[in-house]
């Protein structure tokens, strides 16, 4: 069984996409997938991908230790640490796996002395599952670009190129240790470009190499991970025996995954707990993976009920991709009726009191539902960028498209849906740049490759299969005058810190010009929504005005 990107989302959140109201994710129900795998296999393993904790306002009130308990109490079989593990320091951190009573397996986390790659207690490098006569050899590493995508402290941290540790490590395991299988436990993802060889990703069935797509267009760390492992993509065989992995579980990216590199599995789950996926693996009686026959079941939805048709319930996945959803129904898994766990409900109900207050406080009416998308233009994305620019009495306001992490949907929000939908601690910032470096600063940033730049005051042409921008004004079609200096809303996330594409700025703008702090943005714009009671969406999306628009 393989989890990742839960996010801490530990409790189910109401849906509703035609008239009936329904549950979507939530640890209560995953629960009741674990218990009947667990009755109906022995042999069972649960691996998680890591960034458990930061996310859902339940495990941010329990200060990370709710997910750690449940985790314990479902007795994981192991899990790695993600990038979103270190957003509160790394005492936090160490807290948690210290409570943990599953290990974190990671290998290219090392100290800047690069004496020891166990910084943490808990954390081990690799581990063999032991499984009547086979032997099952993990081995986890994490991003590389931990540090561009948190905010947390990594002083003293250095998370090294894993391509060399995972060959050490998976020789290691077969020549040593004689494992009948290696499998990567990686932090790190890949996204399948929308095609006709990938449109049939979200379809629930059992995979394998002879059904499922054994090809993914796509872009991501993991992808280039496994070019450079292969060399050739289309010839596997320059692999020895004794460097192979024989399946790779990923995360990340949050975008679902099952498909087959050169008969290599990959897996990997949409976040905040909404799916999960399950590899079944066979061996020979002399040992030996029946490649041919690894089968992955997946995407396999955590809801109260699915829709018949589609066998799923997740809005933002279903929104406007098929014509006919069909009834809703009681998700059968395995001849089984999905229930809550009552026992893990009755367990946690401390910390779903503690959620109540906040549930029942109404703050705004939207008239449509809210998200961000990471390749377009969105009201929401447009509406914290102007409001970010009115607080701070700026030119510009920059937003990144990970700072919003749920979907609202229409009708009244209430305070648990703001936090849930803005879990970071940041900070309001403004710079100073001039002209010059705010068009160059737009020319690094808004390639496309992995987001689009929300943006307030500006209006930009993107050609997106160049990747590149091609012209920049202000809205009212003014020119950016490149000696001028102004002043530029962000948050403290992408400036000082230079996290995501702002990592890219530094060779021409090393420094921060005039950096000035203007509060946590959770609060504020908590509070700000509140004193606007309603939201339509006119007011800050205009499909005839668009502030990205494609050539």
């Known amino acids: 069984m393989y989890t990742n990107d839960i996010h801490g989302y530990f409790f189910p959140k109401k849906s509703k996409l035609t008239k009936e109201t329904y549950e979507v994710g939530g640890m209560e129900y995953l629960s009741s997938y674990a218990s009947i795998l667990r009755s109906e296999f022995k042999n069972f393993i649960w691996l998680?991908?890591?960034?458990?904790?930061?996310?859902?306002?339940?495990?941010?009130?329990?200060?990370?230790?709710?997910?750690?308990?449940?985790?314990n109490y479902e007795n994981i079989s192991a899990s790695t640490i993600g990038n979103h593990e270190w957003d509160f320091g790394q005492n936090y951190l160490k807290d948690r796996l210290k409570e943990s009573n599953f290990p974190y397996i990671v290998s290219n986390i090392f100290s800047t002395s690069m004496k020891s790659n166990?910084?943490?207690?808990?954390?081990?490098?690799?581990?063999?599952?032991?499984?009547?006569?086979?032997?099952?050899?993990?081995?986890?590493?994490?991003?590389?670009?931990t540090k561009n995508t948190t905010?947390?402290?990594?002083?003293?941290?250095?998370?090294?190129?894993?391509?060399?540790?995972?060959?050490?490590?998976?020789?290691?395991?077969?020549?040593?240790?004689?494992?009948?299988?290696?499998?990567?436990?990686?932090?790190?993802?890949?996204?399948?470009?929308?095609?006709?060889?990938t449109k049939n990703i979200l379809e629930l069935k059992l995979w394998n190499v002879n059904n499922s797509?054994?090809?993914?267009?796509?872009?991501?760390?993991?992808?280039?991970?496994?070019?450079?492992?292969?060399?050739?993509?289309?010839?596997?065989?320059n692999v020895s025996d004794e460097s192979k992995i024989d399946l790779i579980l990923s995360a990340h990216t949050h975008a679902p995954n099952h498909y087959f590199f050169n008969y290599l599995p990959v897996v990997a789950n949409i976040n905040n707990g909404k799916y999960f996926s399950v590899v079944y693996l066979s061996?020979?009686?002399?040992?030996?993976?029946?490649?041919?026959?690894?089968?992955?079941?997946?995407?396999?939805?955590?809801?109260?009920?699915?829709?018949?048709?589609?066998?799923?319930?997740?809005?933002?996945?279903?929104?406007?991709?098929?014509?006919?959803?069909?009834?809703?129904?009681?998700?059968?898994?395995?001849?089984?009726?999905?229930?809550?766990?009552?026992?893990?409900?009755?367990?946690?109900?401390f910390f779903r009191n503690l959620t109540k207050q906040y549930e029942n406080m109404k703050i705004i009416k939207i008239d449509s539902d809210l998200y961000t998308d990471k390749l377009k233009e969105t009201p929401l994305g447009n509406f914290l960028a102007d409001f970010m620019r009115n607080y701070t009495n700026s030119d510009v306001a920059i937003v990144n498209s990970g700072v919003c992490r749920s979907m609202w949907q229409k009708g009244m929000v209430n305070g648990k849906m703001v936090e849930d939908m803005f879990p970071f601690e940041d900070t309001i910032t403004t710079v100073l740049m001039t002209g010059k470096e705010l068009i160059k600063t737009l020319e690094t940033i808004q390639t496309g490759s992995n987001q689009i730049?929300?943006?307030?005051?500006?209006?930009?042409?993107?050609?997106?299969?160049?990747?590149?921008?091609?012209?920049v004004t202000f809205s009212d079609g003014s020119l950016i005058d490149e000696n001028k200096e102004y002043k530029i809303a962000v948050t403290y996330f992408l400036l000082p810190n230079y996290g995501d594409?702002?990592?890219?700025?530094?060779?021409?703008?090393?420094?921060?010009k005039n950096l000035e702090l203007h509060g946590d943005y959770t609060p504020i714009i908590f509070h700000h929504l509140q004193e606007m009671k309603e939201f339509n969406v006119k007011d800050y999306y205009n499909d005839k005005k668009l502030r990205m628009n494609f050539v």
């Open 48 to 71: 998680d991908g890591g960034d458990i904790f930061q996310g859902g306002f339940e495990t941010k009130l329990s200060n990370g230790t709710l997910m750690t308990k449940y985790f």
């Open 118 to 145: 166990k910084v943490f207690e808990n954390q081990i490098t690799y581990k063999i599952f032991n499984i009547n006569e086979i032997k099952l050899g993990v081995i986890g590493v994490t991003t590389l670009y």
């Open 151 to 197: 905010k947390g402290d990594l002083h003293g941290i250095k998370i090294i190129e894993y391509e060399d540790i995972i060959k050490q490590y998976t020789k290691l395991l077969r020549n040593e240790f004689n494992v009948n299988a290696v499998i990567l436990l990686f932090h790190g993802g890949l996204i399948c470009k929308n095609n006709n060889k």
């Open 213 to 237: 797509n054994n090809y993914c267009d796509g872009y991501g760390e993991l992808d280039i991970f496994l070019k450079n492992y292969f060399k050739d993509v289309n010839d596997n065989k």
């Open 283 to 349: 061996f020979d009686d002399d040992g030996k993976l029946n490649a041919n026959d690894v089968n992955i079941e997946s995407p396999i939805p955590v809801c109260s009920e699915v829709f018949s048709e589609v066998k799923q319930c997740d809005l933002k996945t279903l929104r406007n991709k098929y014509d006919f959803y069909g009834e809703m129904r009681k998700f059968s898994f395995h001849g089984i009726t999905i229930e809550k766990n009552n026992f893990v409900q009755d367990e946690f109900i």
């Open 453 to 471: 730049f929300e943006v307030s005051n500006l209006i930009q042409f993107m050609d997106r299969k160049k990747k590149k921008l091609i012209n």
């Open 501 to 512: 594409e702002f990592n890219g700025i530094k060779s021409f703008y090393p420094h921060v």
